[in-house]
């Protein structure tokens, strides 16, 4: 997770816009888990996501030249992730369209935790894939609050700012998605 | 696992940590890897040009302006003098008019040095006694008028010269009209002719207006009338303006000269 790390991301990404190459490797591995998360979050389809997940990453690196610091750069590279993800999602709905076909973008299961985690219980990690499940059945603008939030750290503004809504609008949908979530995790108190 | 959800409504603390439990995937080491070299191949090429421009933009840009400013108030202050020069220059011998554009400039001169002495003699020895001015933005309509209205005034010199002034001023207004926002930006420049601009230009015409198409001795009167009343600058004033009108009339030995 980003949060803790954000601290010098647009330096490392001025000093890898004066040609550093090692200042992106270390930007790279702050941010790449939580823009691939967020891509996957979104897509739900894990191909579909690496493909996604390419593509911003090679936008950034063609927009170098012209990085100049105007955010945060969490919010700057989500901000990629986001247009390219609605782009894809507006190729697909054309295509759905013409096609007349409901089946044209396979939707994955939510992906549940790995047994990577040892120190995971069992109970938790009942409790993750039921938020995972959970966080699958939210409209997708709530959806995309949620996972920026978690995985870029973004604040409200910052949410607003990357997905090209009103403050207020970015609230509206955080708020919802949290809700929706705590109802759902009832269960488990 | 009780869990412990915050009363924030736009942060929930246990919700986060079961996410962040719950989210570990990552990309595949293959994406790393090509990603990681792209980004190694693009800034292979070190620094772009792009950047130097952008480090030299902001400075580069404020020099410029300032080139450009400074120049530009040089040209204007060149070209403002030049105007100033040309309508004050020009006088032909027998003209009266051509004075007139440069009176804004005088008055400006007066206005900058009050102390400087007056020049009026000098000056009137330079010019021959038919060719002074008579004042001249008051006068000059005067004289229209009554050029217009068939000499209803008996004139006591000879018509012919004053409707002469009159088309003279009639072609020199557009000129005063212009002569003085020239004098105002270029007035620093002024002061070498404001000398001589003042002598010519009258103190204050209103003090003898009706004794412009008065004889001397009418002048006399008045002169001598002002300096009995106490009215020593009116009086001095009126003397400048005498002496300046009819150089070859002497002064009777009572009047104070300045």
Redesign the interface.
């Known amino acids: 997770?980003p949060q803790e790390a954000d601290a010098g991301d647009e330096s490392l990404m001025l000093a890898?816009?004066?040609?550093?190459?090692g200042a992106?490797?270390r930007l790279?591995e702050r941010h790449?888990?939580g823009v691939?998360?967020y891509l996957?979050?979104q897509c739900r389809n894990a191909a579909l996501a690496?493909e996604l997940?390419?593509d911003v990453?090679?936008n950034l690196?063609?927009a170098?030249?012209?990085y100049?610091v105007q955010a945060k750069f969490s919010t700057y590279l989500y901000r990629i992730a986001h247009n390219r993800l609605m782009d894809h999602f507006r190729r697909r709905d054309a295509l759905v369209l013409s096609l007349d076909d409901e089946a044209a973008a396979p939707v994955d299961e939510p992906?549940?935790?790995?047994g990577?985690?040892p120190e995971?219980?069992i109970?938790?990690r009942a409790?993750?894939?039921q938020?995972?499940a959970l966080?699958g059945k939210l409209p997708e603008e709530q959806r995309e609050a949620f996972v920026l939030?978690?995985?870029g750290g973004l604040s409200?503004e910052e949410i607003a700012d990357a997905t090209g809504v009103s403050r207020e609008t970015a609230?509206s949908r955080?708020?919802y998605a949290?809700a929706k979530?705590?109802e759902g995790?009832q269960s488990?108190? | 696992?009780?869990?412990n959800?915050g009363n924030d409504?736009?942060?929930?603390e246990s919700?986060?940590k079961?996410?962040?439990?719950?989210?570990?995937?990552?990309?595949?080491a293959r994406?790393?890897a090509?990603?990681?070299a792209?980004?190694?191949r693009?800034?292979?090429?070190?620094?772009?040009p792009?950047?130097r421009i952008?480090a030299w933009r902001v400075p580069v840009s404020l020099a410029a302006v300032l080139v450009l400013s400074a120049t530009l108030v040089l040209m204007m202050r060149e070209e403002g003098a030049d105007r100033l020069e040309t309508a004050v220059e020009p006088a032909p011998p027998r003209a009266v008019a051509p004075e007139r554009p440069a009176e804004p400039q005088a008055r400006t001169a007066e206005a900058q040095a009050p102390a400087s002495p007056s020049p009026a003699p000098q000056s009137r020895a330079q010019l021959p006694a038919t060719d002074i001015a008579p004042p001249a933005p008051q006068a000059a309509p005067q004289i229209e008028q009554k050029v217009l209205a068939g000499n209803a005034v008996p004139p006591e010199s000879p018509p012919e010269p004053r409707r002469e002034v009159a088309a003279m001023s009639e072609m020199a207004r557009p000129m005063m009209s212009a002569a003085p926002a020239a004098a105002d930006a270029a007035a620093g420049r002024m002061s070498r002719s404001a000398p001589a601009a003042a002598a010519v230009a009258p103190a204050a015409p209103h003090l003898w207006q009706d004794l412009i198409d008065q004889p001397a001795d009418k002048w006399i009167q008045r002169i001598l009338e002002w300096q009995r009343a106490g009215r020593s600058a009116d009086a001095e004033a009126l003397v400048r303006e005498f002496v300046r009108r009819f150089p070859q009339q002497p002064l009777p030995p009572e009047i104070r000269q300045p």
């Open positions: 997770m890898y816009r004066d040609g550093d190459a992106f490797d790279y790449r888990g691939y998360r996957l979050r690496e997940f390419q990453w090679m690196i063609r170098r030249a012209s100049e992906v549940a935790p790995s990577a985690q995971i219980t109970e938790a409790q993750a894939a938020l995972l966080l939030q978690q995985e409200v609230k955080l708020r949290l979530l705590r995790m488990w108190r | 696992m009780a869990l959800y409504m736009e942060h929930d919700l986060a079961r996410y962040r439990e719950a989210a570990n995937e990552s990309p595949p994406l790393d090509a990603i990681r792209a980004a190694r693009d800034a292979g090429a070190g620094p772009r792009l950047s952008r």
